[in-house]
């Protein structure tokens, strides 16, 4: 097998490529995206903090002096939002807008939430449990973090169901060389989404509540754009890891039951069971960065207006950097995972997220006598977000 996204069997199973790129390739061309593929530790974090990269292109220059073709014209509402957001900009502008979002992300801010995730996790819990189990994913690792940010921005109860179609078909854009519906429904979602949060904001702006929106609307420097951006990116990244991992983690522990059990007979582990997790089967496998300057990777020369693919799934199981990389160990406490990525847009929501892993973990553990696996579970179609279509368990109380 050879690195192919679209590929349903790498996707399931991408490890052995990657091992064959960190020692035969650690950086190569990748024809049908046009990217270069970088596949070992070391360099995926240096270039991560390397300022001659970046997420965006377009503090610099235009698309047709990067070479570039322009955007088709149907995009533009999809961009207005992303670009506006920190995730998609580079410097000034995204140590503004990090340093304005800050403000509602202290330390001691998100600590406080924690009470609050642990009721919701134990609730949505007990209603699985209570049923003999489901469909894990649907029932307990969407609904967490969309509760958790739904009410941080405080979205009505009777239209937080939008929240998680809107994201989802949002995100669609993000995978390599998306098909033109992907495209059409992620512009059609940014649009609804963008028009919504408008509209909330304009309610909480005279009348500011306790609430993310109505704090954001009190920034003066923040423009309406960026409000709606900043929202957007809380969603879509403040829920897209969490519901990914809590997925991919309970796949990977039925698939090392050993380490399973040590979970259950030793609670403490939790905090480096859930980094553990988030290494061994990696949610976001590849983030992406434009080269600003030429630069150099093991003697090869990128030139400016290349884009390169940062291979989170491989760096995070790069032998020369984690011992027995292939190996779970829920109990592995050197693990320098670069998941939450790293440098200037490294995420700002990661406390956040371990905060509901380790809660939503030790629900499950603390509240299912058992939990079985009613059928092997399939991998949805995407490689860039990579996560499971369901997860059907069998619980008991």
Not at 22 to 51: C, G, K, M
Not at 135 to 152: G, Q, R, S
Request: charged content about 25%; hydrophobic content about 40%; proline content about 8%.
């Amino acid at each position: 097998m050879r690195f192919d996204p679209w590929n349903p069997d790498f996707v399931a199973h991408p490890y052995r490529v990657y091992e064959e790129l960190r020692r035969e390739a650690p950086i190569s061309y990748f024809e049908p995206t046009n990217q270069w593929l970088i596949s070992r530790h070391a360099d995926v974090n240096a270039l991560l903090r390397d300022r001659r990269l970046g997420r965006s292109y377009l503090h610099v220059a235009t698309h047709e002096e990067f070479g570039r073709p322009p955007e088709p014209e149907f995009q533009e509402p999809f961009w207005r939002v992303i670009r506006a957001g920190m995730l998609d900009v580079e410097p000034p502008v995204h140590t503004r807008l990090r340093r304005l979002v800050s403000r509602a992300f202290t330390p001691r801010m998100v600590e406080s939430l924690r009470p609050r995730v642990r009721a919701i996790a134990q609730e949505l819990v007990d209603t699985y449990v209570a049923k003999g189990g489901g469909d894990l994913i649907a029932e307990v690792a969407e609904p967490l973090p969309v509760t958790v940010i739904a009410e941080m921005l405080g979205i009505p109860d009777q239209d937080r169901h939008l929240l998680r179609p809107w994201s989802a078909d949002i995100c669609g854009m993000y995978e390599l060389n998306p098909a033109p519906e992907a495209q059409h429904t992620a512009v059609r979602a940014a649009e609804e989404f963008a028009g919504y949060l408008k509209a909330l904001a304009a309610e909480r702006r005279p009348c500011p509540g306790d609430d993310l929106v109505s704090a954001l609307t009190q920034i003066a420097e923040l423009t309406e754009d960026e409000l709606v951006g900043t929202c957007v990116l809380l969603l879509n990244a403040g829920h897209e890891a969490t519901v990914n991992v809590t997925g991919n983690g309970w796949w990977s522990l039925f698939r090392n039951p050993a380490e399973l059990v040590r979970l259950r007979e030793d609670r403490s582990l939790l905090p480096t069971a859930v980094e553990e997790l988030m290494r061994w089967d990696t949610p976001l496998q590849m983030f992406e960065r434009w080269v600003l300057e030429d630069i150099e990777v093991h003697g090869v020369e990128i030139p400016r207006g290349a884009e390169v693919a940062l291979l989170f799934g491989s760096a995070n199981r790069d032998q020369s950097v984690f011992d027995d990389p292939d190996r779970l160990d829920v109990g592995r406490a050197d693990n320098p995972h670069i998941s939450f990525g790293a440098g200037i847009h490294f995420c700002l929501g990661a406390p956040l997220a371990r905060i509901e892993l380790v809660e939503s973990f030790g629900a499950l553990l603390d509240r299912a006598a058992t939990l079985e696996l009613r059928q092997e579970p399939e991998w949805k179609p995407g490689y860039v977000i990579r996560g499971l279509r369901s997860l059907e368990l069998t619980a008991t109380g």
